[in-house]
């Protein structure tokens, strides 16, 4: 292995000088109404991106169902008072657009894009969705139909059944802590539940306009005054939750899958938001434990042992609240061994510096994606989202790449031991209870669960 | 308009994170299967030009019934009990 990196290293050209940037000339300003608007010119190829998101989404309604503010979205751009569903589809379809709606626990959004010569009639589609969305009876019924299928697909799946138990473990009575309604809740879905969430999320208060693409932004503006200008509404009231516990002690969380084919592995514990000053610290520690596919826990578990084809790991942000987990999906005989293997990464970090090369490519590595992540329009409207949701500083782009250039061995060391949290960590393993439970209990105090989230003895 | 709007998000888009992908793409292969690179610039108005009349003959001429296959995928055990 070590051998056939080097001859391939040989035949590589040294990297260049990281070229600069030209940042989009960009406009942050309010419409008459309030509504919040970002525009950065893009000019690439003719077209347009933009979202109109709403600072609400599943954690603010948690408390009548989990993914009450998916349905809403799904639900919202099946008719308005104009158009029916199929009108929707084909006038898109003769302008050249795409449009979505979507739901995350923290936000609503109508995402779309098309050619900038039909901006506005984009924009009016848009703005008919977010004022007058009509939740027809039949496209409801439709959309429940398929959501409680969807609920009962998740629940044969691994991935989501380990982060819906870790979930619950890190945040206990906190929104944060349901990531999925029950099949009786989704069956429970009324129309009404809908136009509830609906007239409470879908104000110009609590929205944001973001566009990025080819056009001059204060034309561009003048047409969303023109189309979104007299729409009123109030910020839905803020709900506060206390914070959630932070687990002391490593414990294990056992979902028994009868006769699974391998073992999905999944830990974590409490970390930051976006918002903290430490991120770019702790992105960079991330993507070299395990964040990016060179990384230690890759190289460890998939490359040299071969004891999993895809281990991962991730800091994962909320508006509130955030963790950092680490995911492997393994065979059942290696479970013990893999998380030998985790923690001992997790330790090596936190007790020895990081060699300076090894700092380097993970620095050349996470400030090369940035940047790629940014030459098209939709990468740059997706990090421009990041920064508005999360309230970053107005130079958060502008200077990520200095600050993650400008991290030591000493900065990732003191972070490792900050937030990789060894001792704490919660460890969740779904799978085969008969093939798995004495190498899980070796790890910690051990609870079990079934799949439908019932206590087992 | 659709083919059009998808054409320039595709010129533009990435392929796992490597931006103009698309084009370097379609560059590449109008140079090696046509030796000609710029059709890139031109390769759009082909498409734009097609009418419904092409449509109907393209359709008419490849998408018969007797060349049509249609693939079921069912459970084991429901074979088993239709066997049954």
């Given amino acids: ?457 | 308009m659709k083919w059009q709007s998808d054409y320039y998000t595709l010129l533009e888009g990435g392929h796992g994170g490597v931006p103009r992908f698309g084009l370097m793409h379609l560059l590449a292969c109008f140079t090696l299967f046509d030796g000609e690179p710029q059709l890139v610039n031109t390769v759009l108005d082909g498409f734009l030009a097609v009418k419904k009349e092409g449509i109907y003959a393209v359709a008419g001429k490849y998408l018969r019934t007797e060349n049509r296959a249609i693939v079921f995928r069912k459970p084991a055990n429901a074979i088993a009990k239709e066997a049954a």
């Fill in chain 1, 1 to 457: 292995m070590a051998t056939r990196v080097a001859e391939i290293g040989k035949g590589v050209p040294a990297l260049s000088e990281e070229r600069q940037v030209t940042w989009p000339n960009r406009t942050r300003t309010r419409l008459s109404n309030g509504l919040e608007v970002v525009l950065a010119e893009s000019r690439a190829v003719p077209k347009f991106h933009g979202e109109l998101l709403f600072r609400s989404g599943n954690a603010a309604v948690a408390d009548r169902a989990p993914g009450l503010a998916e349905i809403t979205a799904d639900v919202v751009r099946t008719g308005t008072a104009k158009r029916v569903s199929r009108q929707i589809e084909e006038d898109l379809r003769r302008i050249g657009a795409d449009l979505s709606s979507s739901a995350g626990a923290d936000m609503s959004a109508i995402s779309f894009a098309g050619l900038s010569e039909f901006a506005e009639p984009l924009l009016e589609l848009v703005n008919e969705l977010a004022r007058e969305a009509a939740f027809p009876e039949a496209e409801f019924v439709r959309e429940r139909r398929q959501m409680l299928e969807e609920v009962k697909l998740e629940r044969t799946q691994p991935g989501f059944l380990a982060s819906e138990r870790l979930r619950k473990v890190l945040f206990g009575a906190h929104p944060y802590a349901q990531v999925a309604p029950s099949e009786e809740q989704v069956a429970g879905f009324r129309r009404d539940d809908l136009t509830a969430v609906y007239r409470e999320f879908y104000t110009p208060e609590n929205a944001l306009l973001i566009l990025v693409g080819d056009f001059e932004s204060a034309a561009m503006l003048k047409a969303a005054e023109k189309v979104f200008g007299r729409w009123t509404g109030k910020k839905p009231q803020a709900k506060g939750a206390p914070a959630p516990a932070n687990p002391r002690g490593r414990r294990v969380y056992l979902v028994h899958v009868p006769g699974a084919v391998q073992t999905q592995i999944l830990t974590g514990c409490h970390a930051i938001t976006r918002k903290h000053p430490d991120w770019v610290k702790l992105g960079l520690t991330n993507s070299l434990y395990g964040g990016a596919f060179n990384s230690r826990l890759v190289m460890n578990i998939r490359e040299d042992k071969g004891y999993t084809y895809s281990p991962r790991s991730s800091v994962n942000a909320l508006r509130q609240h955030g963790y950092f987990s680490i995911s492997a999906a393994v065979r059942h005989e290696v479970v013990a061994a893999s998380l030998t293997e985790i923690f001992y990464e997790l330790d090596k970090l936190r007790a020895l510096p990081v060699p300076e090369a090894e700092l380097a490519d993970a620095q050349n590595y996470l400030s090369g994606v940035f940047s790629m992540g940014l030459a098209t329009q939709e990468g740059l409207l997706g990090q421009l989202v990041t920064v508005e949701l999360n309230e970053l500083p107005q130079d958060y782009l502008e200077t990520y790449r200095e600050k993650v250039r400008a991290l030591t061995p000493n900065d990732l060391i003191a972070t490792a031991r900050k937030y990789f949290d060894s001792a704490n960590m919660q460890i969740v393993v779904v799978g085969d209870r008969a093939q798995i439970e004495p190498q899980a209990a070796l790890f910690g105090e051990l609870e079990v669960y079934d799949a439908q989230g019932k206590r087992l003895q």
